[in-house]
């Protein structure tokens, strides 16, 4: 007889796992960046039906962050992100690299990061005033 949980499958394909892993919302997102090359499965790019097995490294390229991760294991369901962190292990050189890249971003912000939607009715003026002048 069996409890009603699904069992642990040996692999997994791809897409699948990146999503069930969180690092990507939908499993057609985490299609689209394996397609274009955003995703290396021991140091080769791959295809998206590709399976994955344990211990396999991964890779994975979000904007600027450069993941590389171990499989640690496999869910079938998407489940919450304090159990999806139990199915990688990032590497030391990955959690260094990404924290280095991280404080650099927050020593030297790129300019004009801070701005959000339109000016007010001060920066218009502002740059009008600056416009004028010129």
Same mark, same amino acid.
């Given at each position: 007889?069996?409890?009603?949980?699904?069992?642990?499958?040996?692999?997994?394909?791809?897409?699948?796992?990146?999503?069930?892993?969180?690092?990507?919302?939908?499993?057609?997102?985490?299609?689209?960046?394996?397609?274009?090359?955003?995703?290396?499965?021991?140091?080769?790019?791959?295809?998206?039906?590709?399976?994955?097995?344990?211990?396999?490294?991964?890779?994975?390229?979000?904007?600027?962050?450069?993941?590389?991760?171990?499989?640690?294991?496999?869910?079938?369901? +998407? #489940?919450? &992100?304090?159990?999806?962190?139990?199915?990688?292990?990032?590497? !030391?050189?990955?959690?260094? =690299? /990404?924290?280095?890249?991280?404080?650099? +971003? #927050?020593? &030297?912000?790129?300019?004009?990061?801070?701005?959000?939607?339109? !000016?007010?009715?001060?920066? =218009? /003026?502002?740059?009008?005033?600056?416009?004028?002048?010129?």
């Amino acid at each position: 007889m069996t409890d009603g949980t699904p069992a642990t499958p040996a692999r997994m394909r791809i897409d699948k796992w990146l999503w069930a892993a969180r690092f990507y919302r939908t499993r057609s997102l985490a299609a689209q960046a394996i397609a274009a090359g955003h995703v290396k499965l021991d140091g080769h790019t791959v295809k998206a039906g590709r399976d994955l097995h344990m211990g396999a490294c991964l890779e994975i390229a979000i904007g600027d962050l450069v993941w590389t991760v171990v499989v640690r294991g496999f869910n079938v369901q +998407r #489940r919450p &992100a304090s159990e999806a962190q139990l199915l990688y292990q990032e590497t !030391p050189e990955s959690s260094a =690299r /990404r924290a280095a890249n991280q404080e650099a +971003r #927050r020593l &030297a912000p790129v300019p004009g990061s801070e701005l959000r939607g339109r !000016p007010t009715k001060r920066d =218009r /003026r502002q740059i009008r005033g600056f416009n004028e002048n010129c």
